[in-house]
Nanobody, 120 residues
Framework: QVQLVESGGGLVQAGGSLRLSCTAS????????MGWYRQGPGKQRELVAA???????TYSDSVKGRFTISRDDAKNTVYLQMNSLKPEDTAVYYC??????????????WGQGIQVTVTS
């Protein structure tokens, strides 16, 4: 059974910081590319940040310079450090694990989502 469990969300004032964590079980973590997605009110789901098993990271333009994605393979955990938060960052954030080679065969998993609310 594969599980991706997010933690660290909550309510924060604009300009503040949060760190999201996603811990995976049931997968060989080191062979998966990890990502964070979000879906805000009235918006489509979007990729926020991703990090490959080779520690190459990618960010959406809206969060570049404010958010940092990292991973600790020894702990099967991916993090999203969010600084200088804005009200438009308010969303449900989802952790994603995508197999480096076998995503097309269905080795692609999602967490349950965690709420981040940024007040103005």
């Amino acid at each position: 059974q594969v599980q991706l469990v997010e933690s660290g969300g909550g309510l924060v004032q604009a300009g503040g910081s949060l760190r999201l964590s996603c811990t995976a079980s049931g997968i060989i973590f080191s062979v998966y590319d990890m990502g964070w997605y979000r879906q805000g009110p009235g918006k489509q789901r979007e990729l926020v940040a991703a990090i490959t098993s080779g520690i190459t990271s990618t960010y959406s333009d809206s969060v570049k310079g404010r958010f940092t994605i990292s991973r600790d393979d020894a702990k099967n955990t991916v993090y999203l450090q969010m600084n200088s938060l804005k009200p438009e960052d308010t969303a449900v954030y989802y952790c994603n694990a995508k197999h480096k080679y076998l995503e097309y065969l269905g080795y692609n998993y999602w967490g349950q989502g965690i709420q981040v609310t940024v007040t103005s």
